[in-house]
Structures are given as C-alpha cells and as structure tokens.
C-alpha cells in the first residue's frame, strides 16, 4: 500500500491551497483518514481526521479555514487549505487505517507534501 501526496507549495498569507493524498495498492477496505503536519522544529501534530462515515475532526489552530474530505472511489483524502497563515507552513502528511485483508489493519503514512506561507 502507497500513499501519494500532491498539492503543496508556495501561497501567499490569505491564499488557499488543496492538498489530495491517493492510497494505492492491494487494499480491502479504508477507515479513517488524516492529516498530519510538522514544522522545523516543532513535533508533528494532528490536523485532521475524517472517518469512513464522514465525521470530521480539526485542530483549533485550522478550525474555520480547513476542510478535510474523501472519495471512497478513488481512495483519496482531501484537505482544502482557506486563508493560510504563515504559522501554517509545514511539511503535511497524509495518514489511512486501511485493511489489506479482512482483520488485518494499521496505519500507512504518505510521503510528505510542503505547503509555505510567506509572502
């Protein structure tokens, strides 16, 4: 199982910007995904999580501005970033709970995507 993130980059404060995470491979089922960041220095902290039925949660410091959600067909998380801040720079990771048989589930984690914001 891959998962490939895509979407990061250079914005201005107050720009927006979609980060899109596809898990690929021998994959039975997908539960929950999520969003990961890390800035220099900092320790990675949770963004946002969306479950398999669609309950979404967020960080206070994204609340408002960020929006996390998925397409079962497709196997892919979304996170549309609104009104970045350059508190917001960081290197983003994708996370899935995903089965690749039936009871047999864990965490697979993507490469890493930068999103920088500065003017």
């Known amino acids: 199982v891959q998962l490939q993130a895509s979407g990061g980059g250079l914005v201005q404060p107050g720009g927006s910007l979609r980060l899109s995470c596809a898990a690929s491979?021998?994959?039975?089922?997908?539960?929950?995904f999520g969003w990961y960041r890390q800035a220099p220095g900092n320790q990675r902290e949770r963004v946002s999580t969306?479950?398999?039925?669609?309950?979404?949660k967020y960080s206070d410091s994204v609340k408002g501005r960020f929006t996390i959600s998925r397409d079962d067909a497709k196997n892919t998380v979304y996170l549309q970033m609104n009104s970045l801040e350059p508190e917001d720079t960081a290197v983003y990771y994708c996370?899935?709970?995903?089965?690749?048989?039936?009871?047999?589930?864990?965490?697979?984690w993507g490469q890493g995507t930068q999103v920088t914001v500065s003017s």
């Open positions: 969306i479950t398999r039925s669609g309950a979404t």
């Open positions: 996370t899935a709970h995903i089965a690749t048989k039936a009871h047999q589930w864990r965490d697979y």
């Open positions: 491979g021998s994959i039975f089922s997908t539960s929950s």
